[in-house]
């Protein structure tokens, strides 16, 4: 039988460099064999919803209450074997030629999260990897093209069969599980916030730092 990593991305902040943008831009990818146990924990929050939420197509983070999010960020504390990698760009430390080149950064950062995974050896070389990230409102020539970078930085290191593909959060629920990680991580650099982190911090096998 063919061993299968699952791979969950998501990112939080923003690529602008406005006053108003924030001063961080994260990556976080989510890694699991059993992307069953991260579903159930998506539909077991959402049984316990408040009226005003359960219409929601999906949940994120930033829309729900603190409880939910300490119950949602608890649960996926106990899944076995998941594994977290995030990438942190500090985005006064980038070159002023990213500032117009943030479809490019974005596809550079995730590649450099997916070589880190090779680096730890968080995957072995003959597992089949799907790779699911969050589909983002770009055209689809940028998706397409984003696709084909990732599909190219997997290639050879990993001899199984691989699978991209870009998904809305309503359509996997393991994005969902993706974006309260990522939301967590965000806050304790943006908003030096630990409160949400602390409880899914055993699972992050790495916080990096840069594009390197």
């Known amino acids: ?70 119950r949602i960020l ?52 003959n597992e089949s990897v799907y790779a699911c990230m969050d589909r983002k409102d770009t055209s689809k020539y940028l998706r397409h093209s984003f696709e084909q970078a990732i599909l190219t930085s997997l290639k050879g290191k990993y001899t199984g069969d691989i699978k991209i593909t870009l998904k809305g959060s309503h359509e996997e629920k393991a994005l969902q599980v993706a974006d309260f990680i990522s939301w967590a991580i965000f806050r304790k650099y943006e908003q030096s916030d630990l409160y949400y982190y602390q409880i899914i911090k055993n699972l992050i096998v790495e916080e990096w730092h840069g594009l390197n």
Do not use: W
């Not at 106990?78 to 977290?84: E, N």
């Not at 990698?85 to 430390?93: N, P, Q, R, Y």
């Not at 980038?94 to 950062?109: E, P, R, W």
């Open 1 to 70: 039988m063919c061993l299968m990593t699952h791979i969950f991305i998501d990112e939080s902040g923003d690529l602008g460099f406005s006053n108003g943008s924030s001063k961080f831009f994260i990556i976080t990818m989510v890694i699991s064999s059993d992307i069953r146990a991260l579903e159930r924990v998506i539909k077991k929050a959402r049984k316990s919803l408040i009226k005003k939420y359960k219409n929601n197509r999906e949940l994120h983070a930033y829309h729900v209450d603190k409880n939910t999010r300490k």
């Open 74 to 125: 608890k649960d996926i504390s106990l899944i076995h074997g998941l594994k977290i990698l995030c990438i942190i760009l500090d985005k006064e430390t980038l070159s002023v030629d990213a500032y117009s080149k943030n479809n490019y950064l974005y596809v550079q950062a995730t590649i450099s999260l997916l070589n880190r995974l090779n680096v730890l050896q968080l995957v072995s070389p």
